[in-house]
């Protein structure tokens, strides 16, 4: 009971425990259905356990109760002779059946397992989040990972009550998902013909082709495996910088007449759209389609690491500065970040971007993830925009797992470590951010970049148990790094039964 992970707010022991057999029976108000719906598909193929509901004349086990006064991803658990959990909506009924499975054995986390009895430990838990966008980031343009991969990454994120998984769809070495009207994208802009072997650094290529892409049909099946376990999937569509393969699959959104490749090596091409009309008519064709897959959620625009170069010594681009009265070649990233910002609040989205938005015009309602530094988000608070922090020095799990000599190759050498401790110590809301802007910071996010993570295991690996630890930071019930690391160690018997490569806690 003590090995709850993220820690919920309050939880008081009482004394012995009750214990149920299958069939479980259970009460539920029809509006929570669902989330007693997954919790039963989840035990059926952990244990083989049955879930009957029913109605109100007959005895239960558990009962799911509405309970309006509570917050929108709150709930209650009280285990009892008959066990009840309240919460508001389905969000925080999921989290409380989540908690109740960890107030169980480990093989309820597994696969085809055993169980006769479960002995639930008499227990009164009230729980809530404290910030609502706990985000993980994934990659899938530097390597793509299939559909299946991916839901049970959301599995995953939905066992540590993270709820959000931003998929970074394109980058100078793939683009990864079909849009329609530029059939290039997937049919030349999804396939690297190499990719580095060992560090980038050391200049050697693999000489493999590498490639793949999702459909509308896949990301609908994504989006609505996510939505059942309170998981809002974040598209993001990398504009104007990362575009190499945009501009592999039609040369004429590029700068240069020069024809390039999707990029065989890492780091930041200097390969970006121009900025002329079919630049934009493409980012508002791309953008506009990730919307509508995606009618719940915000749209990411990417922004990052966009070179000028080639806008320098573009005529065309020369030509745009002057129409708009820009004296530098950075604002014409703002308009950018301006028409898309546009398009997509025409859509009724909302607009996320990297902080490097923030070096031009930014339009009111962007959303900033901070990502450089943990000052950017000071920054973009200040000047009046909503924060998710996601700073390197501390969320981004590319970075090396420890400073040992075996460690996998990654991004970056030593000092660039985030222990899994450092990742518990990370402070989501800056301590001298002004008392009114701590309402900008709406949660954080952690980063998996994967240049340097072309496997399930090795994501993994990457993943897990940083992640675990990233979770009770942004729930907002982070503590001691000791009492931690003992219900970290009981936590990950479970993600040992969930079948998790995670790396080893150092003995
Ligand atoms: C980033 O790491 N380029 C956002």
Not at 283 to 290: G, Y
Not at 395 to 411: F, G, H, K, Q, T
Request: proline share 6%; aromatic share 8%; glycine share 6%.
């Amino acid at each position: 009971m003590t090995s709850l992970l993220p820690r919920p707010r309050l939880v008081l022991a009482g004394e012995g425990a009750v214990t149920w057999r299958s069939p479980l029976r259970v009460r539920v108000a029809p509006v929570l259905a669902e989330a007693l719906d997954v919790f039963a598909e989840d035990l059926a193929a952990a244990v083989g356990w049955a879930v009957d509901v029913v109605d109100d004349s007959a005895p239960a086990d558990l009962e799911i109760m509405l309970n309006e006064r509570l917050g929108a991803e709150a709930y209650c658990l009280r285990v009892e002779d008959v066990t009840r959990v309240e919460a508001a909506g389905a969000a925080g009924a999921s989290y409380a059946l989540t908690t109740l499975r960890q107030l169980g054995p480990d093989e309820l986390w597994g696969r085809a397992g055993q169980l006769e009895r479960w002995r639930v430990p008499r227990v009164s838990v009230e729980d809530e989040p404290r910030f609502a966008w706990r985000g993980a980031h994934l990659d899938v343009a530097r390597h793509f990972f299939d559909v299946a991969t991916i839901l049970r990454f959301v599995e995953l994120l939905a066992a540590h009550r993270l709820n959000r998984l931003h998929l970074h769809l394109n980058d100078d070495q793939g683009w990864r998902v079909e849009i329609p009207g530029w059939p290039r994208l997937t049919q030349r802009g999804a396939q690297r013909r190499s990719s580095p072997v060992g560090h980038e650094s050391e200049g050697r290529d693999d000489g493999l082709a590498h490639g793949g892409y999702f459909s509308a049909e896949d990301l609908a099946h994504l989006r609505e495996y996510a939505r059942r376990r309170h998981v809002m999937i974040v598209p993001e569509i990398d504009l104007p910088g990362h575009a190499q393969a945009a501009i592999a699959a039609y040369p004429e959104l590029g700068c240069t007449s020069e024809p390039v490749e999707v990029w065989t090596r890492w780091g930041i091409s200097e390969h970006v759209l121009n900025v002329e009309p079919v630049a934009f008519a493409f980012a508002t064709d791309a953008l506009s389609h990730v919307a509508r897959l995606f009618p719940e959620s915000p749209v990411h625009i990417g922004g990052d690491e966009c070179p000028t170069s080639e806008w320098q010594a573009s005529l065309a681009a020369r030509r745009v500065m002057h129409e708009h009265g820009f004296s530098d070649v950075r604002q014409l990233q703002g308009l950018f970040t301006t028409r898309l910002a546009q398009v997509l609040h025409s859509l009724g989205h909302e607009v996320l971007a990297w902080d490097e938005v923030l070096d031009a015009d930014v339009p009111a309602g962007t959303v900033i993830v901070a990502w450089r530094h943990a000052d950017k988000g000071l920054e973009a608070a200040r000047r009046g925009l909503d924060v998710i922090m996601a700073p390197m020095q501390w969320l981004y799990l590319d970075w090396l797992n420890s400073d040992r000599p075996d460690e996998p190759v990654a991004i970056a050498p030593p000092p660039a470590v985030t222990t899994w401790q450092r990742v518990y110590q990370f402070v989501v809301v800056p301590p001298e951010l002004e008392a009114e802007l701590v309402a900008r910071v709406r949660g954080a996010q952690a980063q998996l970049w994967t240049e340097y993570i072309a496997t399930r295991e090795h994501l993994d690996y990457m993943a897990f148990p940083r992640l675990s630890a990233f979770s009770e930071v942004v729930w907002g019930t982070a503590g001691e790094l000791d009492e931690f690391e003992g219900r970290l160690r009981t936590h990950l018997g479970r993600l040992d039964a969930m079948g998790v490569a995670y790396r080893r806690l150092d003995e």
